[in-house]
């Protein structure tokens, strides 16, 4: 950032727990399980669902696209607070 500037922006590993809970959070209230989320996502393993729930991994814009039209929400759902 810009020396004189001042941010106070979320650091990408709550941001990372923030997406991940709210994705089990949506997931669990669908009552699926991982694997039927990642199949949902193209992917084939529950592994891959668990490390975003988990925070450990990233996930693509596409794929939340992907998840908000999947549980039929709006992506703000996802905006950290």
Do not use: M, T, W
Not at 14 to 32: M, Q, V
Not at 35 to 55: C, D, M, V
Request: glycine share 4%; aromatic share 12%.
């Amino acid at each position: 950032p810009h020396k004189k500037a001042s941010y106070d922006l979320p650091k990408p590993d709550s941001i990372r727990d923030g997406l991940g809970k709210k994705i089990r959070e949506k997931r669990e209230a669908f009552n699926i399980s991982q694997i039927e989320l990642a199949q949902a996502l193209g992917k084939k393993s529950a592994a891959y669902i668990a490390f975003i729930e988990s925070g450990q991994r990233n996930i693509s814009a596409a794929e939340l696209v992907r998840l908000a039209f999947f549980f039929r929400i709006s992506l703000s759902f996802f905006n950290p607070q």
